[in-house]
């Protein structure tokens, strides 16, 4: 016996992920409902080796489903996830809508699984954001070995981030660069992506920091710890798929770079890929369409008493979104609904 599934936003860029890794990862499917705008009703979306068509979210009755997967934004969320959790299905929302309310649980399997009964206050569970989601996933086996005091981390996340824009917009604007009479002026970004890097990421906030900054402080602190302190800069890339962090992180116990490597190799989720010579690391291209968090450049921090500093990639479709969503399913599967 498997689980009605309903996902909503299925014809974005999220959404069709998370219908591709329900079908990859097997998960017990009995009925699968592709929910779009009414603008996108009846189009036929991929599910494994079968096609199924959209309905419309706004007229959908979610009751007797067991679990939705929601890709639409806050807005759309703001209205139709509390509707779904009324009828008795466990939503679990992407947006940033649900992340910071304390009644709703903002889960990253391999990091704070058990979190995951906070659904029973309001019957949802929140995603984090793309860039947090992949960070906690290298920062956890580190933190439980020799407790992190601080993380400076750089990000360069690519346009993906960004939704279908940001991707059409990178596009569009490279290959004006070698027609000197197209002329694409940034409409999605705040300035030329195309050969560039944009270090600005949401709104800018009252001290200085952007918003998607913020975000990966307070969702690391509600995440992993909020005694960790995080100061974070977040960079738009000209990539198209994978994000790419540079984190420097402090510990209050001193931890050696070999074992640290050790650590980070048996952790879940992780893979290392960490040699000292040209090629032996993994760059955003390599990580396409792969579940994995991939951990490189691993090496000491002198500058401070018990400091390590490292690379992490991932790809930002999958364990920033939709494969974190997908987990997440499966963890309720597995804990609370037990019927697959």
Not at 11 to 36: Q, S, W
Not at 73 to 80: C, D, I, L, P, W
Not at 278 to 304: F, L, N, W
Request: glycine share 6%; proline share 4%; aromatic share 8%.
């Amino acid at each position: 016996m498997g689980y009605k599934v309903v996902v909503a936003g299925a014809t974005g860029n999220v959404g069709r992920e998370m219908l591709n890794i329900l079908a990859e990862r097997e998960f017990p499917v009995d009925e699968i409902a592709a929910l779009a705008s009414r603008k996108s009703l009846g189009t036929e979306i991929s599910f494994g080796d079968k096609t199924v068509k959209t309905k419309d979210l706004d007229t959908f009755d979610f009751a007797g489903w067991d679990i939705a997967l929601f890709a639409v934004g806050s807005e759309a969320t703001k209205t139709y996830a509390p509707k779904a959790a009324a009828a008795g299905c466990i939503v679990i929302d992407n947006s940033s809508l649900y992340r910071y309310d304390p009644a709703v649980p903002l889960i990253v399997p391999e990091v704070n699984a058990d979190a995951i009964m906070g659904y029973k206050n309001k019957n949802i569970i929140a995603n984090p954001n793309c860039s947090t989601a992949q960070m906690v996933v290298a920062l956890k086996p580190l933190h439980d070995r020799a407790r992190i005091k601080r993380v400076v981390v750089s990000t360069y996340q690519s346009v993906s981030g960004a939704g279908k824009e940001g991707i059409d917009e990178l596009w569009d604007q490279t290959k004006a660069i070698y027609n000197p009479t197209d002329n694409v002026p940034p409409k999605k970004f705040s300035k030329q992506i195309a050969f560039n890097v944009i270090p600005h990421i949401d709104v800018f906030l009252d001290d200085g920091s952007t918003k998607e900054e913020w975000k990966m402080v307070a969702e690391t602190k509600k995440i992993l710890d909020p005694a960790i302190k995080v100061t974070a800069t977040c960079v738009r890339v000209p990539v198209f798929v994978g994000h790419s962090e540079s984190i420097n992180i402090e510990f209050e116990d001193f931890l050696d770079e070999h074992e640290a490597r050790d650590i980070l190799r048996e952790a879940p989720g992780i893979m290392v890929i960490d040699k000292r010579e040209a090629g032996g690391y993994i760059t955003p291209i390599e990580c396409v369409g792969d579940y994995a968090t991939y951990i490189s450049r691993i090496r000491q921090d002198s500058t401070v008493d018990n400091g390590i500093s490292l690379w992490c990639v991932s790809d930002n479709l999958r364990k920033g979104a939709a494969l974190n969503a997908v987990q997440i399913a499966e963890l309720l599967g597995n804990r609370v609904l037990k019927k697959g």
